[in-house]
């Protein structure tokens, strides 16, 4: 099939945009760079949910994370005095203990995941036309109450944010 | 699925065009760097100190509460795909789930963090 | 998944009376505050002690019923529960007047009105059987309490205590959602009881899926353990205390603790208990909690030893607790879970009333190194005595209320131990239990050598201010009565098993 070949090539196209930029995130010297790049890794991922028919969670990801989240961090870069120029150290004395769990946990969950074969269970599935209705349906019928909450919960952070963040006078 | 393809062409169009006008620049223009051409801004003021500079922390406040109500902006968006098949209900869901969140911006405004003084 | 079988769950707002009226005075004390005209005043604080008290009202005489489907379940387990979350935070309250009273200058009505929206959201948690509302209920618990723990922010420690604090939970969240989505592919539910049989259903056929419920077991076995401070998640713990205003420090080992305790029995002993056992052999989470409630009695019981700070040796000592709590977890019969709750209660007044009084030494003193404490039975008699007795009970000394406590985690081990041949490493854990009992013995005493059998008077006069004198009578009147007449709540606390299907 010409059309799921097309998406392989996106996706292996995708997916090497977000492993580079993901890499650069976390190995270049200069913050403001860091952020940028981080942009760039976060929109691929939105890419790839475009890609699995989830286009709620790409509606999402690039309405929070690229558009508010990431500006926040810019933001913050901005703010603190003189970082956003300065060259920074990439690691510390625990980096190899954090490499030595990564490979580990990674390494698991890899085989782990292999081992079920959980891919093969369900070969008959598509996907429903239309998830965003669908969703806002169970959001508004069935999860309701974890709805509402949701917003008890942003508002608790809303005035956290605030106390926090506020310049204090005496 | 399909739909899709007209937005990644729009993309790489986008970008495409913004490339080939710099290679275009590049290979036409004369290559004569001298300080004064290299200043930010070539034909008025002189900058003043770095571009690095600190911002206001009052931005940060105001990034915050829009992080907050972006993520509201996320809920309400499913909801209002789906509210033509829902019912009055939906409607009510929504208005209380706005009203607590609409008590955290009076809350704000009341704190005095909206103003710029 | 068509879009026909979305329906409501049967739902009742009066269920859930306590939970809304508590949010709605929580609002309602941040909106006093910020209108009030007054600056640095203690209302806010009367009012959510207030608010506190009619929500207990309201619970009593709340009946048990469906709230909202399996998301909001009002059962015995969860009255239990809620009324350790009020108390906690009502102890919490009272107990840090004085200490907030220099040190917070604009924002003292956010601090009472954050320690409520989070005893809201361990409501609703302690609620919940579907994972969806219990995921949002924990992060309601911790996300006022990130805040809370970096209150004082001209202090270094504080805000190191916000951000550690901060950092080490949205990365046990991070875990913990990881986790419950391997639960929900594996059963396309969230609904735990639901998921519970599907779970097995499935297995029936497809053994393999055993291999990745253990890496959901794991990673929520991880991620609840950094809110309870089990090892070797605990690391954040002692740090975290120290930095944070001493009553958060009380409410997070007390409240947010029975928080990560009730998700824990409803994940682990609601949706998973099939799959502990010898015919489910990758699935013995029991044994594996089991293993790190070992680590944490050995670990917190010994570092505290050498602590030189009361936060700290109190941080240490309530992951020592944790750990004698989980035994009562992992020995999943109706007295364990029963045995569970009354370990939490008595614990709640033990521990509140010790973190209150280090909370007054704090704001006479400014100190909370043990030495400071030297001689203080001859200047306040009175606060050394009671501080011993809550130390006394944390030590699990008869007849105090924390001796029962520990007595009740060990029998149910024994009997379960007895009584099935396969939970025979039961017994292990028993004994590392006693024995660790005995250490724990060397510093809680420590402290009270210190305070009365010093050469010299103390040079520190301390004088009771007065919520936070009501809340360590409160405590000392819990830790004797409930000592010598642990009865009622342990006939309560028997009614917990219900909820998670065992008969007593």
């Not at chain 3, 240490?316 to 709590?325: L, R, T």
Request: glycine fraction near 8%; proline fraction near 3%; include cysteine.
């Amino acid at each position: 099939m010409t059309e799921s070949a097309d998406i392989g090539i996106v996706f292996w196209v995708l997916s090497f945009v977000i492993l580079v930029s993901a890499f650069m995130v976390v190995s270049l010297k200069n913050i403001f760079h860091c952020a940028l790049f981080l942009i760039m890794c976060l929109f691929s991922v939105a890419g790839i949910f475009v890609l699995l028919d989830a286009e709620f969670l790409a509606a999402a990801q690039v309405l929070i994370y690229v558009g508010a989240v990431a500006i926040l961090m810019i933001f913050a870069i901005m703010l603190t005095s003189n970082l956003a120029s300065r060259k920074i150290r990439q690691v510390n004395e625990n980096v190899s203990v954090g490499v030595f769990v990564s490979v580990l946990f990674a390494l698991a969950s890899i085989i782990l995941i292999a081992q079920t074969h959980i891919w093969h269970y369900k070969t008959d599935f598509t996907p429903v036309e239309n998830s965003i209705v669908i969703l806002g349906k169970y959001l508004m019928i069935q999860y309701v109450l974890p709805f509402e909450v949701v917003s008890i919960l942003l508002l608790a952070s809303l005035i956290g944010a605030i106390v926090l963040a506020r310049k204090e006078r005496s | 699925m399909s739909e899709y393809v007209a937005v990644l062409m729009f993309i790489l169009a986008g970008a495409g065009i913004v490339l080939v006008t710099f290679f275009m620049a590049r290979m036409l223009r004369p290559h004569n760097p001298y300080p004064q051409k290299d200043i930010n801004y070539e034909c008025a003021e002189l900058p003043v100190g770095s571009s690095w500079i600190q911002f206001n922390n009052r931005f940060y406040i105001f990034a915050l509460i829009f992080v907050i109500f972006d993520v509201e902006v996320i809920f309400l968006f499913p909801w209002a795909v789906a509210f033509g098949q829902l019912g009055l209900f939906a409607l009510v869901e929504m208005v209380v789930f706005i009203l607590i969140l609409l008590f955290g911006l009076f809350y704000a405004w009341k704190k005095g963090v909206l103003k710029w003084v | 998944m068509s879009s026909m079988d979305i329906t409501f769950p049967a739902f009742d707002l009066r269920f859930m009376a306590p939970e809304i009226f508590l949010f709605l005075w929580a609002l309602f004390v941040f909106a006093y505050d910020v209108t009030s005209k007054r600056k640095s005043s203690t209302a806010a604080g009367y009012l959510a002690m207030l608010g506190l008290m009619i929500a207990g009202a309201i619970l009593a005489y709340t009946n048990y019923g469906q709230g909202y489907g399996s998301m909001f379940l009002f059962e015995p387990a969860a009255k239990f529960f809620k009324i350790i979350f009020l108390g906690s935070a009502f102890m919490a309250i009272g107990s840090s007047f004085g200490i907030t009273k220099e040190r917070i200058i604009n924002h003292r009505g956010e601090f009472f009105g954050l320690i409520l929206l989070s005893t809201v959201g361990m409501m609703f948690l302690s609620s919940s059987n579907e994972l969806l509302s219990l995921y949002i209920g924990l992060e309601l618990t911790t996300i006022p309490l990130f805040v809370l723990a970096s209150f004082f922010k001209d202090n270094k420690l504080s805000v190191e205590a916000g951000i550690k604090y901060f950092i080490v939970g949205a990365f046990s969240s991070a875990l913990l959602v990881y986790g419950m989505s391997f639960l929900y592919g594996l059963s396309g539910t969230t609904d735990l009881v639901q998921m519970k049989i599907n779970i097995a259903m499935t297995h029936l056929t497809f053994k393999e899926i055993g291999v990745i419920l253990v890496l959901a077991n794991v990673l929520i076995i991880a991620g609840l353990g950094f809110k309870l401070s089990l090892p070797p998640f605990h690391q954040w713990a002692p740090d975290v205390y120290e930095g944070s205003p001493t009553p958060i420090a009380a409410f997070l080992s007390v409240g947010s603790k029975a928080a990560g305790l009730i998700a824990f029995a409803k994940i682990f002993v609601n949706g998973l208990y099939a799959f502990n056992g010898p015919e489910m052999a990758p699935n013995d989470w029991g044994i594996l909690v089991g293993i790190l409630a070992c680590a944490a009695m050995i670990l917190g019981n010994t570092v505290a030893i050498r602590q030189t700070n009361i936060k700290r040796m109190l941080a240490y000592s309530s992951i020592a607790q944790v750990g004698y709590i989980m035994i009562g977890m992992v020995t999943m019969n109706d007295l364990g879970i029963a045995s569970v709750g009354f370990y939490i209660f008595a614990y709640m007044f033990a521990n509140m009333g010790a973190f209150a009084i280090v909370a007054i030494f704090e704001e006479r003193t400014g100190s909370c190194e043990i030495q400071s404490y030297a001689g203080l039975s001859h200047t306040s008699p009175v606060l050394a005595t009671t501080f011993a007795v809550f130390l006394l009970s944390l030590a699990g000394i008869p007849p105090l209320a924390g001796f029962f406590a520990k007595f009740f985690v060990f029998a149910s081990a024994i009997k379960m131990a007895q009584a099935d041949a396969t939970a025979g490493w039961l017994y292990w854990i028993v004994g590392v239990g006693l024995l660790t009992a005995v250490f724990s013995l060397y510093y809680y005493a420590n402290i009270i050598k210190v305070m009365f059998f010093s050469k010299e008077a103390s040079p520190y006069r301390v004088h009771y201010t007065f919520p936070s004198f009501g809340i360590v009578l409160i405590g000392i009147a819990g830790v004797i009565i409930f000592g010598l007449y642990p009865e009622p709540i342990l006939k309560f606390a028997s009614d917990i098993s219900l909820s998670f299907g065992f008969l007593p």
